[in-house]
């Protein structure tokens, strides 16, 4: 397993923007595929955007498409999340999780957890 450690959430006004960082251990980075989840106080955690071990392919949730952006750099070892047109229902822990298994936005293909960053949006 890698390990994964999650900066960059704060508080932030609605329609503003906030750059998620995911830093991972290890010199296998660049072998896991790389996600974003995300879990709001009272709900299920919930699938953000995942990205590709080269980086070349993306996905996301259709609450974010268009608005976030995941990307990596396999030099050092980090995955981002640009979030742009912060609304108030983005509001949540994000999560950064790695995997081997198959590409997908399920929990279970994905067995590396950061700790978490809040995010919160102020309306």
């Known amino acids: 397993q890698v390990q994964l450690v999650e900066s960059g959430g704060g508080l932030v006004q609605a329609g503003g923007s906030l750059r998620l960082s995911c830093a991972a251990s290890g010199r296998t980075f660049s072998s896991y595929r790389m996600a974003w989840f995300r879990q709001a106080p009272g709900k299920e955690r919930e699938f953000v955007a995942a990205?590709?071990?080269?980086?070349?392919?993306?996905g996301y949730a259709d609450s974010v498409r268009g608005r976030f952006t995941i990307s990596r750099d396999n030099t050092k070892n980090t995955v981002y999340l640009q979030m742009n047109s912060l609304k108030a229902d983005d509001t949540a822990v994000y999560y950064c999780a790695a995997g081997r298994g198959p590409w997908g936005s399920s929990r279970s293909h994905y067995d590396s957890w950061g700790q978490g960053t809040q995010v919160t949006v102020s309306s």
């Open positions: 990205i590709s071990m080269s980086g070349g392919v993306t």
